[in-house]
T-cell receptor, first 114, second 108 residues
Framework: KAGVTQTPRYLIKTRGQQVTLSCSPI?????VSWYQQTPGQGLQFLFE???????NKGNFPGRFSGRQFSNSRSEMNVSTLELGDSALYLC?????????????FGPGTRLTVT | DAKTTQPTSMDCAEGRAANLPCNHS???????VYWYRQIHSQGPQYIIH???NNETNEMASLIITEDRKSSTLILPHATLRDTAVYYC?????????FGTGTSLTVIP
């Protein structure tokens, strides 16, 4: 099976702009989670989607949003970008049906806000 | 809020066992312990997980104390390619709580 893919891999944006990141989970996985990783804060949970519904949300402002499509692909959006949003954004998928909850991570999207 | 505490860094000689400790003193009875590692800003890679019994797979062993307040990941024969940041994680429902991780350096 192909792994989790994320596009784009690198992105440079300016403060105040918005950005959309995409994640394609492993085929058959219906759960997708998003994480933000920064040197200061480490890996922080953003939100998790399952069957097009947001099931969990981390402690991030409303500028961070996401959605999941019927084919399980997911997007996250950050509006009104701030310098502090510069980070590696990771997407992970897992197959709940087997009960293992083993998350598979994608390579991440490196976002730089200038 | 991270639910785990790990040492910031550790060294291990190549070929020796690497023992990485983790404290999760507030873990609940139905929360799993997972271990992932991350090599130089790649996506984290799953290693192993357990609930209360010790677990072993082709990569590592996981030893969980009887009171479940701490665990140890054991890499039996560390190689240079095991140099990475190792995260001990508690899974509560569908949410994974990552700590700050241990940076393991395997020394030739």
């Amino acid at each position: 099976k192909a792994g989790v893919t994320q596009t784009p891999r690198y992105l440079i944006k300016t403060r105040g702009q918005q950005v959309t990141l995409s994640c394609s989970p492993i085929s058959g996985h219906r759960s997708v989670s998003w994480y933000q990783q920064t040197p200061g804060q480490g890996l922080q949970f953003l939100f998790e989607y399952f069957s097009e519904t947001q099931r969990n949300k981390g402690n991030f402002p409303g500028r961070f949003s996401g959605r999941q499509f019927s084919n399980s692909r997911s997007e996250m959006n950050v509006s009104t970008l701030e310098l502090g949003d510069s980070a590696l954004y990771l997407c992970a998928s897992f197959d709940v049906s087997w009960g293992s909850y083993e998350q598979y991570f994608g390579p991440g999207t490196r976002l730089t806000v200038t | 809020d991270a639910k785990t505490t790990q040492p910031t860094s550790m060294d291990c000689a190549e070929g020796r066992a690497a023992n990485l400790p983790c404290n999760h003193s507030t873990i609940s009875g139905n929360e799993y312990v997972y271990w992932y590692r991350q090599i130089h800003s790649q996506g984290p890679q799953y290693i192993i997980h357990g609930l209360k019994n010790n677990e072993t797979n082709e990569m590592a062993s996981l030893i969980i104390t009887e009171d479940r307040k701490s665990s140890t990941l054991i890499l039996p024969h560390a190689t240079l390619r095991d140099t990475a940041v190792y995260y001990c994680i508690v899974r509560a429902g569908n949410q994974f709580y990552f700590g700050t991780g241990t940076s393991l350096t395997v020394i030739p």
